[in-house]
């Protein structure tokens, strides 16, 4: 017969559970009591338990999803049983967690949190979302989330991408897709150079396109940090 499997609550009172990693894959078998996933809250990382035997038939969320504890999050099941309305209900209750968390959630408002227990890796949090940051294990990482430099470009290609859509709308230029990737080189170490790519599917023509994207880069605020060098203040305090 098949089981749900959860987020766990991994400590009293948890909003949230992110799932780290994924050990199973989708049509694995497993048995009961192993460990599919790690999970982690705020203060607590563990895992996620196999509740009966079966095979790992769906993964609803991916690593890095964030869901309150309880939330399905996988169904474990025979290989060959029906379970369509099982995994629908399970989506439901899925899609409802997130429309809960989208009516409660306050926005950080520019303010993020950065903490660290030991090794190279930690958890960054900005209001109430969440996730992981590390290093490559060639460095003395552990490799459960993406490095600061790789964060920073993922708010600069974020802000880059909104910018273009806040532009071409305001302009009445039609835009379907937008996607931007942002690298830096060298692999690790201090940042030597930097750049950005962005694809846009439209049916403008190529000056319109350009201007698009020429002011859409001066009105990303992320991009503005970049040429007018913003210094931060750094202190300290104890905890």
Excluded: N
Aim: charged share 20%.
């Amino acid at each position: 017969m098949s089981r749900l499997l959860r987020m766990a609550a991994l400590e009293p009172g948890a909003a949230q559970g992110t799932l780290l990693e994924w050990l199973v894959s989708e049509g694995e078998s497993v048995a009961a009591a192993d460990t599919i996933a790690t999970a982690e809250t705020a203060a607590e990382t563990g895992p996620v338990i196999a509740p009966t035997d079966g095979v790992l038939r769906e993964q609803f969320i991916p690593a890095g999803a964030s869901v309150p504890p309880g939330t399905p999050i996988g169904i474990i099941a025979g290989p060959d049983e029906v379970i369509d309305d099982r995994v629908a209900s399970a989506q439901d209750s899925l899609e409802q967690s997130h429309a809960d968390t989208r009516h409660s959630t306050a926005m950080p408002h520019r303010t993020v949190t950065a903490s660290t227990d030991s090794g190279l890796s930690g958890r960054l949090e900005a209001g109430p979302f969440a996730w992981r940051y590390d290093e490559p294990a060639d460095y003395g990482g552990t490799e459960t989330g993406p490095t600061p430099v790789d964060v920073f470009l993922g708010g600069l290609a974020a802000c880059l991408s909104l910018s273009v859509r806040f532009q071409a709308e305001k302009r009445d230029v039609a835009v379907d897709a937008i996607s931007v990737t942002a690298a830096a080189t060298p692999d690790h170490g201090p940042v030597e150079s930097l750049e950005a790519t962005i694809r846009l599917e439209t049916d403008a023509d190529d000056d319109t396109v350009g201007h698009l994207v020429e002011i859409a880069e001066r009105g990303c605020h992320v991009s503005q940090l970049l040429s007018e060098e913003v210094a931060p203040t750094v202190s300290w305090e104890r905890y």
